[in-house]
C-alpha cells in the first residue's frame, strides 16, 4: 500500500488517491466519467510502459462555491525510471492539496480563493515528486477546474497541452508549452516553423515537477465561450496537427458522445503510430455542473482513472 504523499493530505485521501492511480491497467482504458465528462489513457504501440496518469474528480460539499469539477494529467519524463510514479505521487498531492484547503477555509464566508489554492497545490505536487522520487522521475501536469459557480481556471507545468475547442472544432491552446524551444521563441532567438524537428535541447522541459527549487506554474482563468476543453499529453499531437478541424468535426459527430470521442482520439492517435502514451479528458467548455450535496451527509469525494472509479464521503 502506497502511503500519504504531502502533510496537507489526510492519509485516507492520499493513500485512495494513490492506490487508484498506481492500479494496473489494460494498454488502453477509457472512463464515462459523466454525460459530459470522459477520460482515458493508452499505452501506444512503441512505448513498453505507459507513464501518463490522469485524474476526473468531482467534489460536492453543501456550499456550491466549494464544490468543483477537475480534470488534470500528467506525462511522466521518459528518460527517468520512476516518471510513472513521479506522475501519481504529483496528480495525488495536487488533488489532496486542493480538497484540503477547500476544508481548511469551510467556515469563511467567501468562496475559496482559486488561482492562489492551485498555486499552492502545484507546490505541494513538486515537493512529493521531489520527496517519492528524486533524481529519478519527473513528470508534467496540466489541469482545468470547474469551481461550481465561477469560470474555469486552468493551470500548466511543463508542455501536456490544454485545448479551448469551439462549434467548429477548431483547436486553441490556451497555456504556453514550458519547453526551452518555446522560450527561445518567445525570446526571438529561435526562427521556427510549426512542425520544425528541434534538437533535444530545444524539445527539453523547461519547467517540470520535481525541480528541487519549486516551479512558477501558468494559471489561467478562462472564458466560458468554448464548446468542450479537453485537458492532453503531448500524444495527442501527431493527430491534432494532422486532422483538420473538418475532420475532428466528422470525428465528434461519429462518436456521439464524450467517452466515445475519447476513445476514438485514442485509436486515431495509435493508428498514427502511437509513438509516445496518449492521454486526454474532454470536459464541458462552461460551468461544472455540480450540484450541492445534502449538509447532513457531508462532502463527497468521487476520483476516477482508466476505468476504475472510487468514492470518499467527507466529514459533515
Not at 513521479?86 to 484547503?101: C, M, N, P, R
Not at 475559496?112 to 528524486?134: F, I, K, Y
Request: aromatic share 4%; with cysteine.
Amino acid at each position: 500500500m502506497l502511503t500519504a504523499a504531502t502533510p496537507r493530505t489526510d492519509r485516507r485521501l492520499a493513500t485512495a488517491l494513490l492506490n487508484l492511480l498506481e492500479s494496473p491497467l489494460a494498454p488502453t482504458a477509457v472512463t464515462a466519467f459523466a454525460s459530459d465528462l470522459a477520460g482515458g489513457t493508452t499505452l501506444g504501440c512503441v512505448r513498453s510502459e505507459n507513464q501518463d496518469r490522469h485524474l476526473i474528480v468531482q467534489y460536492r460539499s453543501a456550499d456550491l462555491e466549494r464544490c468543483f469539477r477537475l480534470a488534470v494529467v500528467a506525462d511522466g519524463v521518459g528518460s527517468l525510471p520512476e516518471s510513472g510514479l513521479s506522475a501519481s505521487a504529483g496528480l495525488a498531492a495536487f488533488v489532496g492539496s486542493i480538497v484540503a484547503e477547500v476544508e481548511g477555509h469551510l467556515a469563511e464566508p467567501s468562496a475559496p480563493d482559486w488561482p492562489q489554492l492551485l498555486r499552492r497545490a502545484v507546490q505541494e505536487a513538486n515537493e512529493a515528486v521531489c520527496s517519492r522520487t528524486g533524481e529519478d522521475g519527473a513528470t508534467t501536469l496540466a489541469a482545468v477546474l470547474l469551481p461550481g459557480n465561477a469560470p474555469p481556471f486552468a493551470v500548466q507545468v511543463g508542455d501536456s497541452k490544454i485545448f479551448g475547442l469551439d462549434e467548429a472544432f477548431q483547436f486553441t491552446q490556451l497555456c504556453t508549452d514550458q519547453t526551452m524551444a518555446a522560450q527561445f521563441q518567445d525570446r526571438g532567438v529561435l526562427d521556427a516553423s510549426p512542425g520544425e524537428d528541434y534538437s533535444p535541447l530545444e524539445r527539453a522541459l523547461a519547467q517540470f515537477l520535481g525541480q528541487p527549487g519549486g516551479v512558477d506554474p501558468e494559471i489561467r482563468l478562462l472564458g466560458t465561450n468554448w464548446s468542450a476543453l479537453l485537458v492532453a499529453t503531448d500524444g495527442i499531437m501527431p493527430a491534432r496537427q494532422l486532422l483538420v478541424p473538418a475532420g475532428w468535426q466528422l470525428l465528434a459527430e461519429s462518436a456521439g458522445t464524450p467517452v466515445e470521442f475519447v476513445r476514438q482520439s485514442l485509436a486515431l492517435a495509435n493508428a498514427l503510430g502511437g509513438t509516445d502514451n496518449t492521454t486526454l479528458i474532454l470536459l464541458p467548455g462552461g460551468s461544472a455542473g455540480v450540484s450541492p450535496a445534502d449538509p447532513e451527509a457531508g462532502a463527497l469525494l468521487t476520483a476516477a482513472a482508466g476505468t476504475r472509479t472510487i468514492e470518499l464521503h467527507r466529514p459533515a
